[in-house]
């Protein structure tokens, strides 16, 4: 008769550990999907943004052109775009890129891993010649609005070296429509 009570007791035991076990990765899983999502930018929204710029080919006659100049995301959402310098001057010039929002809850930015950053690092553009960088917007679940983000070559006398995105924040969509 004891060793029935063992038995039995051998048997919760191990039902309770794995049942542990599993909940335990559960929760893993679901924190690190959580704080994935705090900072960093969708794969997604950089291979959109990616596509932009392999399809842009009509920067020519514009400093600085951004691919779409209105976007839609949803709140907490994110979503990319493509930004061009082209240099048409006769020489070369010497210039960084920023970008940011006066929006609290909008994050604007450069890709850097996998994080948005406010800036490009310098760079050098030879005369005749264009660079294309990936950019980002990210909502910080904030509300329902239409906001921008402002993109702005210095180091440059170019009158037109500023542009201005508009971003809408949507409702996010929910499962049940």
Do not use: Y
């Amino acid at each position: 008769m004891k060793k029935k009570g063992a038995i039995e007791l051998s048997m919760t035991t191990v039902i309770v550990i794995v049942l542990g076990i599993v909940l335990l990765s559960l929760g893993l899983i679901w924190v690190r999907n959580i704080f994935g999502q705090v900072g960093g930018v969708s794969d997604d929204a950089f291979n959109r943004a990616n596509d932009l710029i392999g399809d842009l080919e009509s920067f020519e006659g514009s400093f600085l052109t951004v691919v779409p100049d209105e976007i839609e995301i949803s709140q907490g959402g994110d979503d990319g775009i493509g930004v061009v310098v082209n240099n048409e001057q006769e020489t070369s010039i010497i210039v960084t890129i920023t970008m940011s929002s006066s929006d609290p809850e909008l994050k604007c930015g450069f890709l850097d891993g996998r994080e948005l950053v406010g800036s490009t690092e310098q760079f050098t553009l030879d005369s005749g010649k264009h660079k294309k960088f990936t950019a980002g917007v990210k909502d910080l679940e904030g509300d329902l609005r239409t906001t921008s983000c402002k993109i702005k070559v210095l180091g440059t006398n170019e009158p037109d070296n500023e542009r201005t995105l508009i971003v809408t924040v949507k409702k996010q969509s929910s499962l049940f429509g």
